[in-house]
């Protein structure tokens, strides 16, 4: 998804004199297209995140319109007082870009894990939260985050995802996508999970279960209606990030369902509270802590077997 987002912001800030590029000693194999194309709008500022936050609150103070490009933890928590005072408080139109979503960088420890993320950024006002399943969500995305004139988080994989979609859709920020319609279980999926929560889907589906599959990438603002017409119309619902199961993607879906005089169960499957600390691939890790297509599915059948 990197990749695709790189390709796709070079293309549009050819046409788009105010797009700049941040981004804080990283980024190399990936940025220099941009880099070499546009050198007067793009700043390796170092290993200096809160001095890239004032800088693009800066620039877009000057009506320009900023993207700040690091791994996740670097480039929400590291900066976060200057996100909140500079960016939010403001309302201004910085784009904040962590690549890394989850486990991706399993194999750095706690440090470059983003676990946390979608929480601390989802509680700042005027944030918007995006978090594409694959690169046709991503690029789609894109076009609408540089049209949105406020604060927006991109929360993106490190690379190699698929291509879920079978073709492209109309994106709208605060819009789920339905990808599979069934009776019986709805999955919502956000960010870099959409691939397993589609072969979890697939699974169920050749095994009698009737699957409802609805792509979430946008967490915040959240797609309320689509969530009441999920719970509405299937038995039990299930959330799936790579994210801690507090204050994430499932505690979002949780509040809407919360005011409601009637629901159905919602199991938010994520990873724990707890450090991830061991050392492994992303999709050793991802089955360390039950995020693997196996033992969601397991868990799925389980917890379904209980409402029937």
Do not use: W
């Amino acid at each position: 998804m990197r990749t695709t987002f790189i390709k796709n912001l070079t293309k549009i800030a050819a046409e788009n004199k105010n797009i700049f590029l941040l981004t804080g000693d990283l980024g190399f194999s990936v940025l220099e297209e941009f880099a070499a194309k546009f050198p007067e709008r793009f700043f390796n500022v170092g290993v200096a995140e809160q001095a890239a936050v004032g800088i693009a609150a800066g620039l877009a103070l000057a009506g320009k319109q900023p993207f700040f490009y690091s791994i996740i933890p670097f480039v929400t928590m590291r900066p976060f007082e200057q996100i909140r005072n500079d960016i939010c408080y403001q309302n201004l139109n910085v784009k904040l870009v962590g690549v890394g979503a989850g486990l991706s960088y399993g194999k750095y420890g706690p440090t470059h894990h983003a676990v946390t993320d979608i929480a601390v950024m989802r509680a700042l006002p005027n944030m918007i939260v995006i978090a594409p399943g694959d690169p046709i969500e991503i690029k789609l995305a894109l076009k609408k985050i540089i049209e949105h004139p406020g604060p927006v988080y991109l929360r993106i994989g490190k690379k190699g995802e698929p291509i879920i979609h079978k073709q492209e859709f109309d994106f709208q920020i605060g819009k789920g996508i339905i990808l599979s319609d069934g009776s019986d279980i709805t999955i919502f999926a956000t960010g870099n999970m959409l691939e397993t929560a589609k072969n979890v889907a697939d699974k169920l589906n050749e095994q009698g279960i009737s699957v409802r599959l609805v792509s979430m990438p946008t967490i915040k603002p959240i797609d309320s209606e689509l969530i009441v017409e999920s719970a509405n119309c299937t038995k039990i619902l299930f959330s799936l990030e790579e994210h801690s199961v507090i204050g994430g993607f499932g505690s979002a879906i949780a509040e809407v369902l919360v005011g409601l005089d009637k629901r159905p169960p919602l199991k938010i499957l994520g990873i724990k509270d707890k450090f991830v600390k061991e050392v492994g691939s992303q999709n050793y890790l991802r089955d360390l802590h039950e995020l693997s297509e196996k033992k969601v599915t397991a868990r799925i059948k389980e917890e379904y077997s209980k409402v029937i």
